[in-house]
């Protein structure tokens, strides 16, 4: 938009329909506890989302801005569903650049800056959707530590600020969490270092890496149940543990340490792409009031996807897997979908897919899974980037 010695303002939009057929699920689930609970099925069409984005420096290069408008039209009337953010950076040198704002924990490869590179659009496995953390106000710092290992490690209020005000937060200031990749093949893993292979590689890239995440979460730090990019620690059977009596003995937990660490491995290769990551949680330290049956939560988990470009620059097709191994359920999600470019460019997609879910401990309305889904979920969606 605008740029001269001052400095740059860049701009951009992100945006899609989604067209969602959930009647195939069961209209009811019962959790490990005995609780039933009735399923919202849904059938319809939603302009979904629209993000807009400014970007650029100021005075001088090194000094950088983010500022973005961003919407969930799904969750009208529910906290932050229009939510105005952004961050400011400084870059020192290429290995150490210093932000301060809203950013996303870089808990899982999908937290790490690589939306909207995505295979899916704009929503996980629920493995991933289980395990991660979201977005929050801290401080971070980025940059390469030589031509083939980044790094990016943040320093925040709590997993998820969305729809949490500054009042609801604890003092403590210690949610840390932290992220190192190795791409030694390219030095690269195209755009966003995302996911599938639209760029289609003639030589080899890979990347391997590790996330390690660590915070104390109380129950009225914690976002709503509908909060799009909700992120708030469940049982392997989708119960909240900050619920009230989440075990059904009386006892309700006020505050938690919850601990993940993940690693990931993959390559991209003339149009084919195949990478999988593994989740191990922990969730102790209790502050209770009432007698609770556990001293500790231990949960692991993966999952696969792999993509191979049918026409390239046109046609794509992909299969998700995931998997959560629990003391509460082990669910599983299976994904088949196309993306298809009609022009050729990655900037306009459509988006086609089927969703098989069992026992889905995760969900919300800007997902296409809900709580407790069993059997086949559909979706379409139509996505344009300016």
């Known amino acids: 938009m605008v740029s001269d010695e001052f400095g740059e303002v860049n701009f951009s939009v992100f945006t899609y329909a989604r067209y969602l057929n959930q009647t195939d699920l069961e209209e009811s689930y019962t959790d490990s506890f005995g ?20 970007k650029g ?13 961003w919407t969930s039209n799904t969750s009208q009337g529910d906290p932050a569903q229009v939510v105005v953010a952004g ?7 290429d290995s150490f650049k210093l932000h301060a704002g809203i950013g996303s924990l870089p808990s899982t490869r999908s937290t790490n800056y690589t939306f909207p590179n995505w ?3 704009d929503h996980r ?6 395990f991660r953390g979201s977005y929050t106000t801290g401080i971070w710092a980025a940059g390469k530590l030589s031509d083939t290992v980044e790094y990016r490690a943040m320093l925040g209020n709590n997993l998820s600020q969305l729809g949490v005000n500054a009042s609801q937060l604890d003092d403590k200031f210690n949610t840390v969490s932290a992220a190192f990749w190795w ?3 390219t030095g690269e893993y195209g755009p966003g270092k995302g996911f599938g292979d639209y760029e289609f590689h003639e030589e080899m890239a890979t990347l391997f890496g590790v996330h390690m995440t660590r915070s104390r979460e109380d129950a009225q730090a914690q976002p709503g149940t509908e909060g799009f990019e909700n992120s708030q620690i469940r049982l392997s059977d989708g119960t909240r543990i900050f619920s009230s009596d989440p075990f059904g003995t009386g006892g309700d937990i006020r505050k938690a340490s919850y601990q993940m660490a993940a690693i990931n491995g993959g390559f991209k290769y003339k149009g084919w792409f195949l990478e999988a990551e593994l989740y191990k ?24 996807q792999s993509s191979y470009m049918i026409k390239p620059k046109e046609l794509e097709v992909y299969l998700g897997y995931s998997k959560i191994n629990g003391e509460y359920g082990e669910p599983t999600d299976t994904s088949v979908g196309i993306n298809y470019y009609p022009m050729k460019r990655k900037q306009i997609r459509i988006n086609v897919q089927a969703l098989y879910l069992e026992d889905s401990p995760v969900g919300y309305s800007s997902v296409p899974f809900t709580v407790g889904g069993n059997g086949w979920v559909f979706t379409t969606d139509w996505i344009v980037t300016i």
């Open 35 to 54: 609780r039933t609970s009735a399923i919202d099925i849904r059938n319809d069409i939603q302009f979904q989302k629209v993000t807009l984005n400014f």
């Open 57 to 69: 420096w100021f005075m001088v290069p090194k000094l950088s801005y983010l500022f973005y408008t």
């Open 183 to 185: 791409m030694p093949t």
């Open 119 to 121: 295979l899916k659009n």
């Open 125 to 130: 496995t629920i493995a991933d959707e289980y």
């Open 87 to 93: 961050n400011l950076g400084y870059a020192f040198s």
């Open 281 to 304: 949680r922990w969730v102790d330290d209790f502050v209770t009031t009432g007698p609770i049956p556990v001293t500790e939560l231990e949960d692991d988990g993966f999952q696969i």
